[in-house]
């Protein structure tokens, strides 16, 4: 399905595949088993087209553009280069696309970089299919989906760096309702917004509700921040 070892040109994809999708997808590995793994996982799904596959830095700083993807799932290490730096160049040219990172490395440094890079979302290769499925959904819906050990990663991080404002009340998570402290407490096991609804017996939508009302509660604009002040708690 590759061509040159460089990528597969969109017109190519978009002619194979003919059904309906919302979310246009491209992938950036060099592993030709995770490309291919990742090639029948997102054709397997209804709601996601698969627009691009690259397997090289230079190839995909080329070819993303054209193929015009919501959402790019990136490994960070690359034969020509370095999947963060790609990161970096395409989301400065082009800030709507979504870049979820997907690789072995659970390092605190390349973690960080990534997230100033541009990306959105950081999974680990091991992640199971169905939640890496959800991790694409979720970075196209404005989300920033983790893996529970990169959830974790990022709140040591943070609890490491950042003290708590001196305007903000020490226990700010008492002042959130049952259910928003349910929805917090799923928020730091790393969950997606379908798994944390089943969890509770609502709608997605009702998990926004919940998240968006933590975020005004606790003063903060990431689930990372949130999900800090509530282990601090």
Known sequence: MEKNHSGIGVGLLDSKLSKPASIRVAMVDEDANIRRQLTELIQ??????LVGIFE???AAIAGIPPARPDVVVMDIHL???DGVDCVRTLKSRFPAINFLILTHCEDSERLVESFKAGAS???LKRTS???L???IREVHE??????PQIARLMVK?????????????QDPVSQLSPGEAKALHQLAQGYPYKVIADHLGISVHGVRNYVRRIYEKLQVHSRTEAVVKYLRH
């Open 44 to 49: 397997s799904s209804n709601d996601l087209k």
């Open 56 to 58: 090289h830095a230079e």
């Open 79 to 81: 034969a020509d280069g």
């Open 121 to 123: 979302g950081y999974m």
């Open 129 to 131: 299919p169905a939640r």
């Open 133 to 135: 499925l959800d991790a």
């Open 142 to 147: 404005g989300g920033s989906p983790m893996t």
């Open 157 to 169: 991080l943070f609890s490491d760096t950042q003290p708590l404002p001196s305007d903000v009340p």
